[in-house]
């Protein structure tokens, strides 16, 4: 393993997390809740004959899937925003599951737009705009021409990044599974071989830390 040293800009920037719940405050001054009817409901952003709508995550997550080929694209915790684009091509890409506790609010995306131009919150979408282009552009980068172990490592520091008691939850090798469909074999001998060079920490399938800093190459 190659473990020369450099600056990592493998990731995109962090949820603009105050942007968001500025955008939040504001729309929920007209929200209303989202009845859901269990884990792994879809929620459509453009109902049958329907507004298009924006969907605020307030509690819990939501996990986007491809609509192509059903690969998890990611699983987007609160506080969180969709449909701020107002595009059904968009929407037509991928569908929005609930997890389980998840508490969403909606409300028309022309009396979004309206919020935003009566509260002077330009700054704030532009923010929220960026990250979401910049993590759709990491994930293409990360899933196009990219080795089996870049992969990997990737997926491990999300794992990484996420809290605890979510981490914990969370089998390692079917959070990698899910976002790439990767073959069994490959995944699961990257992830041996980095538990007995000690980089990471696996009990009972969850990673339970990195202790030393990922090789970039295998």
Do not use: C, W
């Not at 952003?45 to 059903?70: H, K, M, S």
């Not at 293409?140 to 520091?157: C, E, H, P």
């Amino acid at each position: 393993m190659d473990t020369n040293s450099g600056p990592d800009l493998s990731t995109p920037m962090l949820k603009p997390t105050e942007a968001i719940n500025k955008l939040i405050v504001a729309f929920r001054t007209e929200s209303v809740p989202v009845e859901i009817k269990g884990q792994d409901s879809v929620i459509d952003l453009q109902p049958a004959n329907g507004e298009p709508r924006v969907l605020l995550v307030l509690e819990g997550a939501l996990n986007i899937y491809r609509t192509a080929d059903n690969l998890r694209f990611v699983t987007a915790a609160a506080p969180n925003l969709f449909g701020m684009q107002g595009s059904p091509f968009r929407y037509n890409l991928y569908q929005f599951r609930s997890e389980k506790s998840t508490v969403l609010e909606t409300l028309p995306h022309s009396r979004a737009v309206e919020l935003i131009n009566e509260h002077l919150l330009f700054r704030e979408v532009l923010d929220f705009q960026t990250y979401l282009s910049d993590f759709q552009a990491y994930r293409t980068n990360l899933l196009i021409s990219k080795s089996t172990y870049q992969i990997v490592r990737a997926f491990l520091f999300e794992l990484e990044m996420m809290p605890p008691e979510q981490r914990l939850r969370t089998s390692v090798f079917n959070y990698i599974y899910e976002h790439t469909h990767l073959a069994r074999s490959g995944v699961m001998k990257i992830l041996s071989d980095l538990r007995q060079g000690e980089y990471i920490n696996i009990e009972n399938g969850k990673l339970i830390a990195i202790l030393k800093k990922l090789p970039h190459e295998y």
